[in-house]
């Protein structure tokens, strides 16, 4: 066959791989995503024009009530607390990802036993990838102790902990309010509205700690010989839950960033990033010069300046 007919041929076969790969059974999902998109839209705005809906929202407004003695704002401990975290989250995400997408690693690092940390068992060679996912995590497990410690003592928590019931039809309410493209009123420098408060308590107290807990039972510190241990809590469990709960934060992230933006970003911003209520546009500069540096952190990620990082700790090989 000459190259002319052979060019001619090569596309034909693509929409023939296409149709036979496993995205193109997945085509369906996207129809059926907007069929169900518009149903709830208008399925809310119909239940909203009720004299029922009506009594409901006027009843749940969307936000529980907070106690006399709730603090209004936020420090500025807490608007450093949150951009760390952001930047953390950047490496645990895609070293993570890289984990798990990973077949052949570049690089593997074996840990000195040596300095501050010492013991008796002989240190295993693991992925550089996975040795970044460990010492991201470290740093971000210590960023929430100190966040945990600081939002009890300075009554934070009470922003993003449910005290009382109706937090619950507060929250059906907001929910209803965003389907119908009507939102809620934002006003996070007083009050999170109810499902913004459930949401964050999830994260928080549920999937963050879920999180480290399967990370934990996953690494290669976890002692072998707890045979108890190890039946209570199978490591195929937390394989199973590990990578579901990354999807989570990430979702979560996307979701955050986007709310934020939609629902008065200038004002939203100085929240997170100046601690004020104000509506500064130094700021909004500000988020767009945090979010090039963690663009650039994720671009950075490379086998070879990991080595770099990686050789002042360990032992960093090709095999």
């Known amino acids: 066959m000459s190259q002319k007919a052979t060019a001619t041929a090569t596309p034909a076969k693509q929409p023939a791989a296409f149709r036979g790969s496993a995205w193109f059974k997945l085509v369906w999902i996207v129809p059926v995503a907007i069929l169900l998109?518009?149903?709830?839209?208008?399925?809310?705005?119909?239940?909203?024009?009720?004299?029922?809906?009506?009594?409901?929202?006027?009843?749940?407004?969307?936000?529980?009530?907070?106690?006399?003695?709730?603090?209004?704002?936020?420090?500025?401990?807490?608007?450093?607390?949150?951009?760390?975290?952001?930047?953390?989250?950047?490496?645990?995400?895609?070293?993570?990802?890289?984990?798990?997408?990973?077949?052949?690693?570049?690089?593997?690092?074996?840990?000195?036993?040596?300095?501050?940390?010492?013991?008796?068992?002989?240190?295993?060679?693991?992925?550089?990838?996975?040795?970044?996912?460990?010492?991201?995590?470290?740093?971000?497990?210590?960023?929430?102790?100190?966040?945990?410690?600081?939002?009890?003592?300075?009554?934070?928590?009470t922003r993003i902990v449910p005290i009382s019931w109706d937090v619950m039809p507060n929250a059906i309410s907001a929910g209803i309010q965003y389907a119908s493209l009507n939102w809620p009123t934002e006003d996070g420098w007083v009050n999170y509205n109810s499902l913004q408060l459930l949401t964050y308590f999830a994260i928080v107290f549920i999937v963050a700690p879920l999180s480290i807990i399967t990370g934990l039972r996953m690494s290669p510190s976890w002692p072998s010989n707890t045979t108890r241990l190890n039946k209570a809590f199978p490591i195929e469990a937390a394989r199973a839950m590990h990578f579901p709960l990354m999807l989570a934060f990430t979702g979560f992230i996307v979701l955050h960033i986007a709310l934020v933006l939609a629902t008065g970003a200038l004002r939203n911003l100085n929240h997170m990033y100046a601690a004020n209520d104000a509506t500064n546009w130094l700021v909004f500069w500000i988020f767009v010069a945090s979010v090039v540096v963690m663009a650039g952190a994720w671009l950075a990620l490379r086998p070879m300046t990991l080595r770099v990082i990686a050789s002042t700790m360990g032992n960093v090989t090709r095999n």
């Open 37 to 157: 998109v518009l149903v709830i839209v208008v399925g809310a705005q119909l239940f909203r024009a009720t004299e029922s809906g009506l009594n409901f929202l006027t009843t749940y407004p969307g936000e529980a009530h907070l106690p006399e003695w709730a603090p209004v704002g936020f420090p500025a401990w807490l608007a450093w607390q949150h951009g760390i975290n952001a930047l953390l989250m950047v490496f645990v995400i895609k070293s993570g990802w890289q984990i798990r997408t990973t077949q052949r690693p570049a690089l593997y690092f074996t840990r000195n036993n040596k300095g501050i940390v010492r013991t008796k068992r002989a240190p295993k060679k693991i992925s550089i990838n996975l040795w970044l996912h460990i010492a991201t995590d470290t740093l971000w497990v210590l960023n929430g102790i100190v966040f945990y410690v600081l939002i009890f003592v300075t009554a934070q928590w």
